[in-house]
C-alpha cells in the first residue's frame, strides 16, 4: 500500500511532465542560454580559469546542471499549489493515505524531473565540447545530482505549503534561489572570490553540490572543499529540508 501511493504519485508526475513537451524544452532554455552564449562567447576571453586547468565553458557547464537541479527542484513545489487550487489535493489528503506517503511520492517526481534534465544538460554540453563524465563519474554526479534535487525538492515543497496561488510562487521562489545560484561558485571559481562571498558561500548548500559536481564531471578538478565534505554537508542538507518538509506537508491546510 504505500509504496503504491508512492509510485501512483511518482508516475503521475513523469506522466504530466512526459506529456508536457514545451514543458521539457523550455526548462532547458535557460541552461542552454547560460552555456551557449555566456560560456561559448567567454571561451575565447577566458581560455584557462583561475586556479584551474580548465577553459570558461568546461568549468562552468557542472555548475549550470547544479543550477538546473536548483531551479528545477524548487519549482517543483507549483504542482502542489496547482493541487490544491483544482481539489486533486483535498482528495489525495482526505482519503485513507498518510501525507508522508504524499511527500514521499512528489519528492521522487519532482527530483526524477529534475536529474533528467540535469542528464540532458551533460548531454548537450558534449556538443558543445565539454568532456562527458567517465562511467564512474557519472555514477558520482547522478549521486550529487539525487543528493542537491531531493534537498531543493523539499525545499519547494515546504514554500508551497505556505502559499496558495501557483502565480506568486515563481516570483517567490527567485527570491530564494537566486542568491544561493550566485553565491554557489557555478560560474566562478571560489578559491578567487573576496573573503566575505567565501563565507557567504560556505553557508550554501548548493556551493558543495556544485563544488562535488565539478569533481565528478571533470575528472582532473580539484574540489575546492573536498569531496568528503561536499557529500557529508549535502547529506545533511538532505535530510534536514526532507524532515522539515514532512513536518510542513502534515500540517498544511488545503
Same mark, same amino acid.
Given at each position: 500500500m504505500v509504496g503504491e501511493v508512492i509510485y501512483t504519485l511518482w508516475l503521475r508526475d513523469m506522466k504530466q511532465y512526459l506529456r508536457a513537451k514545451t514543458r521539457i524544452v523550455t526548462s532547458l532554455t535557460m541552461p542552454l542560454l547560460w552555456m551557449g552564449i555566456i560560456g561559448v562567447g567567454l571561451n575565447s576571453a577566458i581560455p584557462r580559469m583561475p586556479g584551474t586547468n580548465f577553459d570558461y565553458l568546461t568549468f562552468m557547464a557542472p555548475g549550470i546542471v547544479g543550477m538546473t537541479m536548483l531551479f528545477t527542484g524548487t519549482f517543483s513545489g507549483v504542482s502542489v499549489l496547482w493541487d490544491k487550487q483544482f481539489g486533486f489535493m483535498k482528495e489525495i489528503l482526505v482519503a485513507p493515505v498518510s501525507r508522508l506517503h504524499v511527500m514521499v511520492g512528489k519528492v521522487f517526481g519532482g527530483a526524477t524531473?529534475?536529474?533528467?534534465?540535469?542528464?540532458?544538460?551533460?548531454? *548537450?554540453?558534449?556538443?558543445?565540447?565539454?568532456?562527458?563524465?567517465?562511467?564512474?563519474?557519472?555514477?558520482?554526479?547522478?549521486?550529487?545530482?539525487?543528493?542537491?534535487?531531493?534537498?531543493?525538492?523539499? *525545499?519547494?515543497? *515546504?514554500?508551497?505549503?505556505?502559499? %496558495? %496561488?501557483?502565480?506568486?510562487?515563481?516570483?517567490?521562489?527567485?527570491?530564494?534561489?537566486?542568491?544561493?545560484?550566485?553565491?554557489?561558485?557555478?560560474?566562478?571559481?571560489?578559491?578567487?572570490?573576496?573573503?566575505?562571498?567565501? +563565507?557567504?558561500?560556505?553557508?550554501?548548500?548548493?556551493?558543495?553540490?556544485?563544488?562535488?559536481?565539478?569533481?565528478?564531471?571533470?575528472?582532473?578538478? +580539484?574540489?575546492?572543499?573536498?569531496?568528503?565534505? %561536499?557529500?557529508?554537508?549535502?547529506?545533511?542538507?538532505?535530510?534536514?529540508?526532507?524532515?522539515?518538509? *514532512?513536518?510542513?506537508?502534515?500540517?498544511?491546510?488545503?
Open positions: 524531473t529534475a536529474i533528467i534534465q540535469g542528464v540532458l544538460i551533460l548531454i *548537450i554540453a558534449s556538443f558543445l565540447g565539454v568532456p562527458f563524465p567517465s562511467i564512474y563519474g557519472l555514477a558520482l554526479a547522478l549521486v550529487f545530482m539525487l543528493l542537491i534535487s531531493f534537498g531543493f525538492v523539499s *525545499i519547494g515543497l *515546504i514554500f508551497a505549503t505556505q502559499m %496558495d %496561488d501557483p502565480q506568486t510562487f515563481p516570483m517567490a521562489m527567485n527570491f530564494f534561489i537566486l542568491p544561493m545560484f550566485f553565491l554557489s561558485g557555478a560560474l566562478y571559481p571560489l578559491g578567487t572570490a573576496p573573503s566575505w562571498l567565501k +563565507t557567504l558561500a560556505y553557508l550554501n548548500p548548493l556551493a558543495y553540490g556544485v563544488d562535488g559536481l565539478r569533481s565528478a564531471i571533470l575528472s582532473t578538478y +580539484t574540489p575546492y572543499f573536498s569531496l568528503w565534505v %561536499d557529500l557529508i554537508v549535502l547529506i545533511v542538507f538532505t535530510v534536514v529540508a526532507i524532515t522539515a518538509g *514532512i513536518r510542513f506537508f502534515s500540517r498544511m491546510e488545503v
